[in-house]
């Protein structure tokens, strides 16, 4: 029984913890990479140093400048993309037929067209139209393709909500602002909250169509990474790397400590 048991238990949470290890462990080397005392990629030889992560404090380095580039555009993206997709998707649900299946196709074919052919034509485009290397063109860009990814979670939440809530609130004399604000709304928080972090991730981590349509104007965190990788390998690259990864860490433990407090107070 013993034996079984390891069988059983013992030896599929080795092999997931065999995997997660081989996931993560290569993610967690550029810590020590990023307090290297070197100007290359390495590990410490003569000591740690903090000198690659003030080099991201530092506006002439060009990592700060880019850094907000991008969070400007991600926040842009994420508050345009995310009202978009409110509205198209409560619409499609509410209305419903064959019109709405066929929208929602024609949002998420940025999904199914590979991106560099997605980058190729909109150089063309933005070339013609006077927006190639400008925020407004970036942020463009990436409310398209973020927008698939609102639609999606908004559309998930949507699933959920019993229609029949709404169609009360409309026999009681509700108007459709109030019913949207009043009924709707509430019930889809968790999609919109979740298209939104999905726009804001998408607009940060895009390079394939940056890298076409942006030049000097435009340089965000991506497409500094890149050029940096074509210069020269900087260890500011594991700096980054520490920064992104410590970040998303918080991120995750505060979530998990704001849903056990949400339980606690609910038991």
Request: charged share 10%.
């Amino acid at each position: 029984m013993r034996l079984r048991h390891i069988i059983e238990v013992g030896l599929p949470r080795f092999v997931a913890w065999c995997l997660l290890g081989f996931l993560f462990v290569p993610i967690l080397v550029v810590i020590p990479v990023a307090l290297t005392d070197r100007d290359y990629l390495s590990l410490p030889q003569d000591g740690i140093s903090m000198e690659h992560f003030a080099a991201l404090a530092d506006w002439s380095k060009g990592w700060l400048p880019s850094m907000l580039t991008s969070a400007g555009i991600a926040l842009a993206c994420a508050a345009i993309a995310t009202a978009l997709g409110v509205a198209f998707a409560v619409g499609a649900w509410a209305a419903g037929g064959w019109w709405p299946s066929f929208m929602r196709i024609l949002l998420l074919s940025p999904m199914i067209v590979p991106p560099i052919i997605y980058a190729v034509g909109m150089v063309k485009l933005w070339a013609r139209l006077s927006l190639l290397d400008s925020y407004t063109g970036v942020v463009l860009v990436h409310v398209v393709l973020a927008l698939p990814l609102t639609v999606l979670a908004i559309g998930a939440s949507l699933s959920n909500l019993d229609q029949r809530l709404v169609q009360a609130a409309r026999s009681l004399g509700a108007r459709p602002m109030t019913v949207f604000g009043k009924v709707i709304l509430p019930n889809i928080v968790p999609g919109v909250a979740a298209g939104a972090l999905l726009a804001f991730v998408a607009s940060w981590d895009e390079i394939t169509v940056t890298l076409f349509i942006t030049g000097r104007a435009v340089v965000t965190l991506p497409r500094r990474i890149w050029t940096s990788i074509q210069d020269a390998v900087d260890p500011a690259l594991a700096a980054i790397a520490t920064v992104l990864l410590v970040v998303t860490v918080l991120a995750l433990v505060a979530r998990a400590l704001i849903e056990r407090r949400q339980r606690q107070q609910k038991l």
